[in-house]
């Protein structure tokens, strides 16, 4: 029978099996209906947490339940048990967090709504609830106002578009004794009480950036709209206006025929700077419009790109405006915010800064950051040039690098190239009374924060710290040495906590890119406003989000900045509530 059966024509055959697959499923089904569940599942004794999973058998035993029921809840459509709470109704004030005084996030204040439409009414009416007294200014705050709460935002004069709180505080920098050095340019935040109210107004005609990698090469017009730059600086293929956009050619003074041809020199120069491998976290010092910066992007280079607030009006806006990562910064009379052995290499090209002036003491704050066996590229006038005044500053320059140990490594053109000591040994070695001297053993070199600077050198750790870091791209995901450093009130080691911090974002941002499309969103220039080890940063990498990440370290925690760089990130030092320092 077996064999007619197997003889029967092919619809036939289909159609029995059908029948009885549709036969069991029936009653399989009703057969459960009521019937007492036997669910297994796994479980750890309490006791020992390290124990070996086990069988056991479930609570639910030999209760009954509808499966069909439960069956037909979880296919209608509905919030699941444990869901957030909906948004509350209009008019209610919700409360979120902030990051208070210690560093840490708080939710004890209270936020009103921000109306769209004032917007284009382009005015101030911030809203004040008095309950003890307290000022309606819109641009400060005191400390007597106990008990009040802002109802709504007003808006900053336009004008105020590209304000700074700590950098454009002109009645700071008016009270300066002394601006010859470039104090003018630092920070300078307003004191307790006197800082904004309102909301800083995007610029008239404001537009939806350009996504990256366009914006690269091109930005809106109306989004920084300064033409200071194209009149100073297009004869030297640095921006160009075309119509509604500003184009970037991707030339510099000193490299007008494009940063690549520039970069590729520099390598044929000194081999050893193999970007993206050796060399992955770069300082451009007076950086312009951040070209150099944001060609080194495509060769897997971060780069710092830092210049003053000057009369450019306000340049690092262009950068940030083309998502190249960039910092509002000034050599003057502070250390900068970054810590030592941050940099596997610092460029000037034309930066426009006297190194040698006051001992030098501005090259040393370079020689603080640079990482041992760093190297320093300086493209100016001085290196090429043969007029009187220039030779003398090319002398001097040599001078006080050999001085503070650098090795010359070749000047080609109009780029010279020195590289920074790996260790201790020729610090050493130096005459006795040679200046400038190596800084006490109490100074702190990652002691950032409006810390003055020093006309000493940093000595490098005796252990190397620092200085053995992996090639990129190992260096994201590798525990650096001064990990250990990292002042933690922790019982677990440190390298646990990296880790853990590490796999934490990962699957964190797995899952939102998995499940809110976050590739889709296009971001680009991002900020993690308390940093730790930079795992959330590491983690957009890893996720082939193609975004860099401002990593900022609050003054009240531990400094982790030495680990950021480390790993091949970048990161700055900070205070979310800066109003006590001026």
């Known amino acids: 029978m077996t064999g007619d059966f197997l003889r029967t024509p092919l619809t036939l055959k289909i159609a029995t099996f059908f029948f009885i697959a549709v036969t069991f499923f029936y009653f399989g089904k009703h057969w459960s209906d009521g019937y007492q569940q036997l669910v297994f599942f796994t479980q750890r004794s309490d006791s020992d947490p390290n124990s070996n999973p086990v069988v056991s058998t479930s609570p639910n035993y030999a209760k009954p339940f509808n499966v069909s029921a439960l069956i037909e809840n979880n296919s209608q459509p509905g919030p699941p048990e444990n869901v957030p709470p909906p948004p509350p109704e209009e008019g209610s004030i919700e409360k979120l967090g902030v990051v208070n005084e210690n560093g840490t996030m708080s939710d004890e204040f209270e936020v009103g709504d921000f109306d769209p439409g004032m917007v284009e009414q382009w005015v101030n009416e911030t809203q004040?609830?008095?309950?003890?007294?307290?000022?309606?200014?819109?641009?400060?705050?005191?400390?007597?106002?106990?008990?009040?709460?802002?109802?709504?935002?007003?808006?900053?004069?336009?004008?105020?578009?590209?304000?700074?709180?700590?950098?454009?505080?002109?009645?700071?920098?008016?009270?300066?004794?002394?601006?010859?050095?470039?104090?003018?340019?630092e920070r300078h935040c307003p004191e307790q009480g006197r800082g904004l109210n309102c909301l800083v107004p995007a610029p008239?005609?404001?537009?939806?950036?350009?996504?990256?990698?366009?914006?690269?090469?091109?930005?809106?017009?109306?989004?920084?709209?300064?033409?200071?730059?194209?009149?100073?600086?297009?004869?030297?293929?640095?921006?160009?206006?075309?119509?509604?956009?500003?184009?970037?050619?991707?030339?510099?003074?000193?490299?007008?025929?494009?940063?690549?041809?520039?970069?590729?020199?520099?390598?044929?120069?000194?081999?050893?700077?193999?970007?993206?491998?050796?060399?992955?976290?770069?300082?451009?010092?007076?950086?312009?419009?951040?070209?150099?910066?944001?060609?080194?992007?495509?060769?897997?280079?971060?780069?710092?790109?830092?210049?003053?607030?000057?009369?450019?009006?306000?340049?690092?806006?262009?950068?940030?405006?083309?998502?190249?990562?960039?910092?509002?910064?000034?050599?003057?009379?502070?250390?900068?915010?970054?810590?030592?052995?941050?940099?596997?290499?610092?460029?000037?090209?034309?930066?426009?800064?006297?190194?040698?002036?006051?001992?030098?003491?501005?090259?040393?704050?370079?020689?603080?950051?640079?990482?041992?066996?760093?190297?320093?590229?300086?493209?100016?006038?001085?290196?090429?040039?043969?007029?009187?005044?220039?030779?003398?500053?090319?002398?001097?320059?040599?001078?006080?690098?050999?001085?503070?140990?650098?090795?010359?490594?070749?000047?080609?053109?109009?780029?010279?190239?020195?590289?920074?000591?790996?260790?201790?040994?020729?610090?050493?070695?130096?005459?006795?009374?040679?200046?400038?001297?190596?800084?006490?053993?109490?100074?702190?070199?990652?002691?950032?924060?409006?810390?003055?600077?020093?006309?000493?050198?940093?000595?490098?750790?005796?252990?190397?710290?620092?200085?053995?870091?992996?090639?990129?791209?190992?260096?994201?995901?590798?525990?650096?040495?001064?990990?250990?450093?990292?002042?933690?009130?922790?019982?677990?080691s440190r390298s646990e906590l990296f880790r853990a911090e590490s796999k934490y974002w990962n699957e964190i941002i797995a899952s939102n890119v998995r499940v809110l499309h976050w590739k889709k969103i296009r971001l680009r220039n991002v900020m993690d406003m308390r940093a730790g080890f930079g795992g959330f940063a590491a983690a957009l990498i890893d996720q082939n989000l193609d975004s860099w990440v401002m990593n900022v370290v609050p003054v009240s925690g531990p400094n982790t900045l030495p680990v950021i760089y480390d790993r091949g990130l970048i990161g700055v030092m900070h205070d979310w509530y800066f109003t006590k320092l001026s």
């Open 128 to 185: 004040v609830d008095e309950s003890e007294g307290s000022s309606s200014s819109p641009s400060s705050t005191s400390d007597s106002d106990v008990g009040f709460g802002i109802k709504k935002f007003g808006l900053c004069p336009r004008e105020m578009s590209e304000y700074i709180p700590c950098l454009d505080n002109e009645d700071a920098i008016r009270k300066l004794p002394s601006t010859e050095k470039g104090e003018r340019f």
């Open 204 to 492: 008239n005609g404001y537009r939806t950036p350009i996504p990256w990698p366009r914006s690269r090469d091109e930005v809106w017009y109306n989004n920084v709209p300064h033409t200071r730059l194209v009149e100073d600086k297009g004869g030297q293929n640095w921006i160009s206006r075309d119509k509604d956009k500003f184009k970037f050619p991707g030339g510099g003074t000193q490299f007008i025929h494009g940063a690549n041809e520039y970069l590729d020199h520099i390598s044929k120069m000194i081999p050893d700077i193999t970007f993206g491998k050796h060399i992955r976290v770069v300082l451009d010092v007076g950086c312009g419009v951040a070209s150099f910066g944001a060609y080194l992007l495509s060769r897997n280079v971060v780069t710092m790109s830092v210049a003053p607030k000057d009369v450019h009006e306000n340049q690092i806006q262009f950068a940030l405006e083309r998502g190249v990562p960039a910092m509002a910064a000034a050599f003057a009379t502070r250390r900068l915010l970054y810590p030592s052995q941050a940099f596997d290499l610092v460029h000037c090209s034309r930066c426009r800064i006297n190194w040698t002036r006051d001992d030098g003491i501005l090259l040393l704050e370079v020689n603080r950051m640079l990482r041992a066996g760093g190297y320093f590229v300086w493209a100016a006038q001085p290196v090429y040039k043969h007029e009187e005044v220039l030779e003398e500053q090319w002398e001097e320059m040599l001078n006080l690098t050999t001085r503070l140990c650098w090795n010359f490594l070749k000047k080609d053109g109009y780029i010279a190239v020195w590289q920074k000591p790996s260790d201790n040994s020729c610090y050493l070695d130096r005459e006795e009374g040679t200046k400038p001297p190596m800084c006490d053993p109490s100074d702190d070199p990652d002691n950032v924060w409006y810390a003055d600077l020093k006309a000493c050198i940093s000595e490098l750790p005796k252990n190397m710290y620092g200085a053995n870091v992996t090639e990129w791209p190992a260096r994201l995901q590798s525990p650096p040495d001064r990990l250990q450093t990292i002042k933690l009130d922790a019982f677990t």
